[in-house]
């Protein structure tokens, strides 16, 4: 049965697993589902201690985390770039009240190299609070060395990957101390109380322009870190990426123990964790579609299934064409092809150009904001042709998702 977010947000919430682990595209609304079950653990208050109220109960990671991250690049001078950070109470919490900064730059580097080196820049402020004037402290930039052997290059400009690792660092190593203070039992023996409310964590998507091995090392310890949790904090992750998704899934088949007293513990159990796809259908409603926890999540045969979906609806879009080059190539691949034209229908014993042609010309524009989403009827009809000669030479076999 289709649902709106705010009800699949509760079903979420109802759900009584360790963990959460759900497919989308992008686009199908995995940041508004963040909004949602973030209005449902902690409803809109008036006054300044929303944001507190907020993080004392969940965690997230979306896109907004990564929107209070951007470049200043000293155009006047081009010298000094630096990563600056919007004022908001999150990142302050992070570094000034949890002390988190050698923590990140550890994380950082773990998932980069060593030789680049984050520095979180403070500023002192004077806050009216109660009152009173107060001094504190506010982290409004971040820069970056650079050392290669005996030589220190200072405030370099670091990759995008490289910016995307760090802004998961910060999150992450607030999300590793929660799990280690929660793993005291008794709150009475806690360090501090600042978790003892923590129910949920949700990640969306900590993986954009992250290359494939560092995206399967950071998969691998999030899913150590989430099964090594005791507490009753849960767990739900979001994402895009197949890999992403795969690692996730295969980690999270198996269980995980800890040595007590000279015996193994199971602490975790496969049985803890579902699986979702998430769907948008074009009335805006959706669908939570459980998968399969015994097979991996085969990505090829999701966008070969939403090719039919469309081509049966009649709502043919230029994106598709994306997914049918992704199709060809993920399929060549598997059955040791060179290109992907080779899987094309022949024509005077070559592939067919013109299906060649608007595979590539459509793929490569689906995104520009200059070309009309929707295909000319001629382009259409050639996709479909394609598919149905996929299908029929190659024999996809295709589960098809009940609204139910």
């Not at 009800?7 to 963040?34: C, D, E, M, P, W």
């Not at 995206?215 to 099964?227: F, H, P, S």
């Amino acid at each position: 049965m289709s649902q709106t977010l705010e009800q699949i947000a509760q079903k979420l919430h109802a759900t009584n697993k360790k963990v959460q682990l759900i497919y989308a595209f992008n686009g199908t609304g995995k940041t508004r589902l963040s909004r949602a079950l973030k209005k449902l653990i902690v409803p809109r208050t008036d006054g300044d201690e929303e944001e507190d109220l907020t993080r004392r109960k969940i965690l997230y990671y979306s896109a907004f985390t990564e929107d209070l991250f951007y470049w200043d690049n000293d155009l006047l001078d081009d010298s000094e770039p630096k990563l600056k950070i919007q004022p908001n109470e999150f990142t302050d919490w992070v570094l000034r009240d949890r002390g988190q900064d050698r923590n990140i730059v550890d994380n950082f580097q773990r998932y980069t190299s060593r030789s680049i080196t984050p520095n979180f820049v403070p500023e002192e402020l004077v806050i009216e609070h109660d009152g009173r004037r107060e001094n504190t402290q506010t982290f409004p930039e971040i820069r970056f060395n650079y050392t290669g052997g005996d030589d220190v290059e200072q405030n370099v400009k670091i990759s995008k990957g490289e910016e995307s690792n760090l802004i998961w660092s910060v999150f992450y190593a607030i999300l590793q101390e929660a799990v280690s203070i929660l793993q005291e039992k008794d709150p009475a023996l806690r360090e501090d109380e600042q978790f003892d409310d923590l129910q949920i964590v949700f990640i969306d998507d900590p993986v954009s322009s992250l290359d494939d091995p560092h995206l399967i090392e950071l998969a691998v310890d999030l899913a150590q870190l989430i099964k090594s949790c005791e507490s009753s904090l849960r767990f739900i992750i979001t994402t895009h990426n197949p890999l992403f998704y795969n690692v996730l899934h295969n980690e999270l088949k198996n269980s995980f123990k800890k040595e007590r007293g000279g015996e193994l513990t199971t602490v975790y159990r496969p049985s803890q964790a579902m699986r979702w796809r998430l769907e948008k259908l074009r009335d805006g409603r959706f669908l939570l579609i459980e998968q399969d926890s015994r097979t991996p999540f085969s990505y090829h045969l999701l966008l070969i299934s939403e090719l039919k979906k469309a081509i049966d609806a009649e709502n043919l879009q230029k994106y598709h064409f994306n997914f049918l080059r992704n199709v060809l190539e993920k399929t060549a691949t598997f059955l040791g092809y060179q290109k992907w034209g080779d899987l094309l229908p022949q024509v005077d014993g070559a592939p067919d150009p013109f299906a060649a042609r608007i595979v590539n010309l459509s793929s490569h524009s689906a995104h520009s904001g200059e070309e009309i989403s929707e295909p000319d009827v001629k382009d259409k009809e050639k996709l479909v042709g394609l598919v149905n000669y996929l299908f029929d030479r190659y024999h996809f076999l295709v589960q098809e998702a009940e609204d139910g």
